[in-house]
C-alpha cells in the first residue's frame, strides 16, 4: 500500500509540473505581443480588392533607397562647378610681351606699336573669357555642364562654358594673328620671327574642388527622406 501511494504522489507531482508549464505557455503566448500582420491580400500593380483602407493616425510616407539615390544624382548634376580666377595673370604677361618685343609708349615704329596692340587685344580677350588648362571635354567636373561659375574673392558670376579657352586653343588663336600679321608686312614677319606665343600663355581658371563640394553637401542635406503626409483619416 505504502508503494502504490508513492506511485500515485510522484505521478501526480509530474501531472503537476507538466499542467504548471503548459499553463505557463498558453498565458505566455496570449501577454507576449505577437508579429503584427497585414490582415489584407494585395498585390503591386493590381486593383484593391478589399474595403476602403483608411489611416487611423498621421504617418510619413518614406522614399526608397533608390529615390533618395536618384535625386542626390539630380543634384550633383544640377551643380555648376566653381572655378577661382586669377586676374593678375593678363597684366603680367601684357607686361613681357611688352618687355620681350621692346615697345615702350616713345616707340618710332607706328607698325610696330600697331601689331603690339592687335596681339595685346587677342591675349586680353582670351584671359577675359577665361583660359583653362585644358579642354572643356576633359574635365570630369565639366561632363554634361554648360556653365561653371567664375570665382574672383567673394564676387561670382556665371560663364557659358563654350566662351572659354584652354591654353591650346588660346596658343592658335595667338599664332594665327601672328600669322595674319606677318602676311601683311615683311618687316613685321621679320619683327615677330623669334616669337613664342606659349610663353605669354597660362590657365588663369582653376577647379575650386572645395566650394563646388560645399554645394553638393548643402543641397544633399535638403533631400527629404519622406514624400507627403497621409493624414488620419483619409
Known amino acids: 500500500m505504502n508503494d502504490f501511494q508513492k506511485m500515485i504522489n510522484s505521478y ?80 603680367k604677361n601684357i607686361s613681357k610681351l611688352a618687355t620681350d618685343l621692346n615697345i615702350s609708349d616713345n616707340s618710332a615704329d607706328p607698325l610696330k606699336i600697331k601689331a603690339f596692340s592687335t596681339l595685346k ?54 599664332n594665327d594673328v601672328v600669322h595674319e600679321l606677318s602676311r601683311a608686312n615683311q618687316s613685321i614677319k621679320e619683327w615677330l620671327r623669334e616669337f613664342s606665343p606659349e610663353k605669354y600663355i597660362v590657365a588663369n581658371l582653376e577647379f575650386d574642388k572645395a566650394t563646388t563640394d560645399k554645394e553638393i553637401a548643402e543641397n544633399a542635406a535638403k533631400i527629404s527622406p519622406t514624400r507627403g503626409m497621409v493624414q488620419a483619416g483619409e
Not at 543634384?75 to 566653381?82: R, W
Not at 579642354?135 to 560663364?159: C, F, H, M, P, Q
Open 12 to 91: 501526480a507531482l509530474i501531472f503537476y509540473w507538466v499542467f504548471l508549464f503548459g499553463a505557463s505557455t498558453v498565458l505566455l503566448y496570449l501577454i507576449l505581443p505577437g508579429e503584427p500582420k497585414f490582415k489584407y491580400e494585395y498585390q503591386k500593380g493590381f486593383p484593391w480588392q478589399h474595403e476602403n483602407l483608411v489611416a487611423p493616425f498621421d504617418f510619413a510616407i518614406s522614399k526608397s533607397e533608390a529615390e533618395i539615390a536618384d535625386e542626390k544624382a539630380e543634384i550633383l548634376q544640377a551643380v555648376v562647378p566653381y572655378f577661382t580666377f586669377d586676374t593678375t595673370l593678363l597684366k
Open 121 to 174: 587685344r587677342n591675349l586680353t580677350e582670351t584671359y577675359s573669357a577665361g583660359i583653362l588648362q585644358r579642354s572643356v571635354d576633359s574635365y570630369d567636373e565639366l561632363r554634361g555642364k554648360t556653365e561653371i561659375k567664375k570665382r574672383v574673392g567673394a564676387n561670382v558670376t556665371d560663364i557659358s562654358v563654350s566662351n572659354l579657352f584652354s591654353e591650346k586653343t588660346t596658343y592658335n588663336k595667338i
